[in-house]
């Protein structure tokens, strides 16, 4: 079955970068959206960043600017370049996957939309 395996996440200053990696295997990877969630304790998952099967690319409004999501269909991976970390993006950070025609340009931000998850990968922000 699909494997998504985030990496990359850790305990940073505020200001600082992190770049968190998601390797994808048993699926074939171009013919899925990949998505970035995270979630805070007490709260519900939502969305940070997704890239389409032709990159069409969108992010939530309290990264734009900061975090920049990238896939590379040859590695199977896609990423999350995360720079001015804010105390406020602590959280479990969670790889996915949609599989979605390649017309798709906007890719969903529901979290029930996507077919498979990762484990997660914990990002913490300190002051």
């Known amino acids: 079955q699909v494997q998504l395996v985030e990496s990359g996440g850790g305990l940073v200053q505020a200001g600082d970068s992190l770049r968190l990696t998601c390797a994808a295997s048993?699926?074939?990877?171009?013919?899925?959206?990949m998505g970035w969630f995270r979630q805070a304790p007490g709260k519900e998952r939502e969305f940070v960043a997704a890239v389409t099967r032709r990159g069409g690319v969108n992010a939530v409004d309290s990264v734009k600017g900061r975090f920049t999501i990238s896939r590379d269909n040859a590695k199977n991976t896609v990423y999350l370049q995360m720079d001015s970390l804010k105390l406020e993006d602590t959280a479990n950070y969670y790889c996915a996957a949609k599989l979605q025609p390649f017309y798709v340009l906007v890719a969903p931000t529901v979290p029930g939309s996507y077919d498979h998850w990762g484990q997660g990968t914990q990002v913490t922000v300190s002051s």
């Open positions: 048993r699926l074939t990877f171009s013919d899925y959206t």
